[in-house]
């Protein structure tokens, strides 16, 4: 079928994997109303009538803090599968380890000198 014959449930699989999103929103795009309504236009907010400005800008810390935290949630999600592997992993893996945890220290310590962990 394809260029490898041992690869084609692979091309298959892909093929299909790709074609089900497609699928997917051009059956959305048929089937939706393209009526622009005043209810369709108007914000919605938890089924509460919205009073004044809703375009309202928040503050960058936000932000910085939420990356922080996510940074550190990334790092446990690495960092789990080297402690459950440690004793097959050897020395090298260790050192890796040291040195990916000292760069997301230094990442750390920026981010405090900067004031991202500032809350106030």
Do not use: C, H
Not at 47 to 52: N, Y
Not at 72 to 101: H, M, N, Q, R
């Amino acid at each position: 079928m394809f260029l490898f014959q041992q690869y084609d449930s692979f091309w298959i699989f892909l093929l299909v994997s790709l074609f089900i999103p497609f699928l997917a929103f051009s059956i959305s795009r048929f089937l939706v109303s393209n009526k622009d309504g005043p209810e369709k236009l108007a914000n919605y907010e938890s089924g509460i009538e919205p009073k004044g400005n809703t375009w309202v800008q928040f503050q960058i810390r936000y932000y910085m803090f939420a990356l922080v935290f996510t940074v550190s949630d990334v790092e446990t999600v690495f960092l789990y599968p080297w402690a459950i592997a440690f004793e097959k992993l050897g020395l090298f893996a260790f050192i890796e380890v040291i040195v990916f945890i000292l760069i997301l220290i230094v990442g750390l310590v920026y981010a405090w000198r900067k004031g991202a962990l500032e809350w106030s």
